[in-house]
Structure formats: C-alpha cells, structure tokens
C-alpha cells in the first residue's frame, strides 16, 4: 500500500500562486502514476493533473492546461502542483491520488488517496 500527505495549501487572491506538495511512503516502487485531483463543493471530484512515475510524461485537464505544472522530485518521493495564475475557479480540495494500472484520468481508477489540502482564490 502507499500512503500520500498533501501539504501546500491555503487562501491567496485571484492571479496569486500556491505550491502543492505530495509526499509517498510505502509501497512506491509499484506506482504506476500520481494524479493530483479537485472537488469544489457540490461538484465531482475531477482530473487536473498526473505524471508517470516512470517516464515522467505528464498530462493535464484543460481548465489547468498553462497555469499548473506537475513535477516530481525522485530524492524526496514527493510530487508538486505548481499552480499559477489562479481563479476563483480553482477553489477547491485538492487530492493526490496513486496508480498501480497506468496513469488514468478517471479517479475512480486510483488506489491510494492522501486526506486532501483546502485553496481558496478569492477574487
């Protein structure tokens, strides 16, 4: 099993930037790919952001496509969202989530999910 922590998140206004950070512990070897995900209240959970653990080959949701880069830092086993830009839009819980399959952008696929960072843009 792999255990995730996010950490990162927090209030700032519309144009502002945040840093997510996304820690694993356990069994990361057999990670296929971490996705970072949202859910603002009363709405599905959705897609932002992964990266292959292996290739590093990334992929994005539209709506983020430009403002936000995932990256991951091997030493420290830990994955960022850089996110840039922001809008009010953007306000919601963010979620790291793993893989075993393959670097899914449908979250019902993912394994292993972290308790999830509150950020709020305010406009």
């Known amino acids: 099993q792999v255990q995730l922590l996010e950490s990162g998140g927090g209030s700032v206004q519309a144009g502002g930037s945040l840093r997510l950070s996304c820690v694993a512990s356990?069994?990361?070897?057999?990670?296929?790919?971490v996705g970072w995900f949202r859910q603002a209240p009363g709405k599905e959970r959705e897609f932002v952001a992964l990266i292959n653990w292996s290739t590093r080959s990334t992929r994005y949701a539209d709506a983020v496509q430009g403002r936000f880069t995932i990256s991951r830092d091997n030493a420290k086993n830990t994955v960022y969202l850089q996110m840039y830009s922001l809008e009010p839009e953007d306000t919601a819980v963010y979620y790291c989530?793993?893989?075993?399959?393959?670097?899914?952008?449908?979250?019902?696929?993912?394994?292993?999910w972290g308790q999830g960072t509150q950020v709020t843009v305010s406009s």
């Open positions: 356990g069994r990361t070897f057999s990670m296929t790919a």
């Open positions: 989530a793993s893989s075993y399959g393959g670097p899914w952008i449908d979250h019902r696929r993912y394994d292993s």
